[in-house]
């Protein structure tokens, strides 16, 4: 994503309780889902217990810098967009992401949160819409997969599936059926940057006539390649 850095540093607190560990807050275009397009900020958490093959943001899982919520909003606050999206690395490993979630909502702004769905979501506010990236096989951590969660989806989320490959796609499919996913939200499917040729997978869902949305990611259509763009 082509990121505006936001420079509105305030220090955290010694005490930790009101804190999150930041990587980045940035503002730049949503690259996926449903809001691709919009501006929005992003609050990208350090820390993930996945290692998906494919992963794009490595360098989110170390490092980061402690922020007090207060810091956090008011970098928020600072890029001037409604839209906020929460992500990582994976946002819910760390366990006052619950709490950032209902004071932006509470702030009036509009909220996302991407998380892997390997880590409960039942205590994510109702307000914030959740895409749910379900791992495939060829991520090596679908056995990570928190089927449950699936009892705390709403029509107001989204489940997301990125696909390195025919087998990857196969799996999809199957878990869109077994799960009648389509009832549950709206479904995502997404190729792996430089792995699988957007336009087969197109063919693919049409001809199979899948009730889902294909989706490219925007960011690296217009910015390449890049980690962390």
Same mark, same amino acid.
């Not at 005490?15 to 690259?31: H, P």
């Not at 950032?100 to 769905?117: H, Q, R």
């Given at each position: 994503?082509?990121?505006?850095?936001?420079? +509105?540093?305030?220090?955290?607190?010694?005490?930790?309780?009101?804190?999150?560990?930041?990587?980045?807050? &940035?503002? /730049?275009?949503?690259?996926?889902?449903?809001?691709?397009?919009?501006?929005?900020?992003?609050?990208?958490?350090?820390?993930?217990?996945?290692?998906?093959?494919?992963?794009?943001?490595?360098?989110? &899982?170390?490092?980061?810098?402690?922020?007090? &919520?207060?810091?956090?909003?008011?970098?928020? %606050?600072?890029?001037?967009? *409604?839209?906020?999206?929460?992500?990582?690395?994976?946002?819910?490993?760390?366990? #006052?992401?619950?709490?950032?979630?209902?004071?932006?909502?509470?702030?009036?702004?509009?909220?996302?949160? %991407?998380?892997?769905?390997?880590?409960?979501?039942?205590?994510?506010?109702?307000?914030?819409? *959740?895409?749910?990236?379900?791992?495939?096989?060829?991520?090596?951590? /679908?056995?990570?997969?928190?089927?449950?969660?699936?009892?705390?989806?709403?029509?107001?989320?989204?489940?997301? &599936?990125?696909?390195?490959?025919?087998?990857?796609?196969?799996?999809?499919?199957?878990?869109? +059926?077994?799960?009648?996913?389509?009832?549950?939200?709206?479904?995502?499917? /997404?190729?792996?940057?430089?792995?699988? %040729?957007?336009?087969?997978?197109?063919?693919?869902?049409?001809?199979?006539?899948?009730?889902? #949305?294909?989706?490219?990611?925007? +960011?690296?259509?217009?910015?390449?390649? %890049?980690?962390?763009?």
């Amino acid at each position: 994503m082509n990121k505006t850095a936001n420079t +509105h540093i305030i220090q955290p607190p010694d005490n930790r309780d009101g804190c999150l560990k930041i990587t980045e807050v &940035f503002l /730049s275009l949503q690259g996926e889902a449903r809001d691709s397009g919009r501006p929005t900020t992003f609050i990208r958490l350090t820390g993930c217990p996945l290692r998906c093959s494919y992963c794009d943001s490595e360098y989110a &899982f170390f490092g980061g810098e402690w922020q007090s &919520f207060e810091a956090i909003l008011a970098a928020v %606050e600072a890029n001037g967009v *409604k839209y906020v999206c929460v992500t990582g690395g994976e946002p819910l490993a760390q366990k #006052r992401c619950v709490k950032l979630l209902v004071l932006l909502c509470d702030a009036g702004y509009e909220v996302s949160l %991407e998380t892997s769905g390997a880590i409960d979501i039942s205590n994510v506010d109702p307000r914030v819409t *959740k895409v749910v990236d379900l791992k495939t096989p060829d991520s090596g951590e /679908s056995q990570r997969n928190l089927w449950s969660n699936l009892d705390y989806i709403n029509a107001n989320d989204q489940i997301k &599936f990125v696909l390195n490959s025919r087998a990857d796609y196969d799996w999809a499919v199957a878990q869109l +059926h077994q799960y009648s996913l389509p009832g549950l939200a709206e479904v995502l499917f /997404s190729p792996v940057w430089s792995a699988l %040729e957007p336009a087969e997978l197109a063919d693919w869902i049409i001809a199979d006539r899948l009730a889902v #949305r294909f989706q490219l990611q925007l +960011h690296k259509v217009l910015w390449s390649d %890049e980690p962390g763009r």
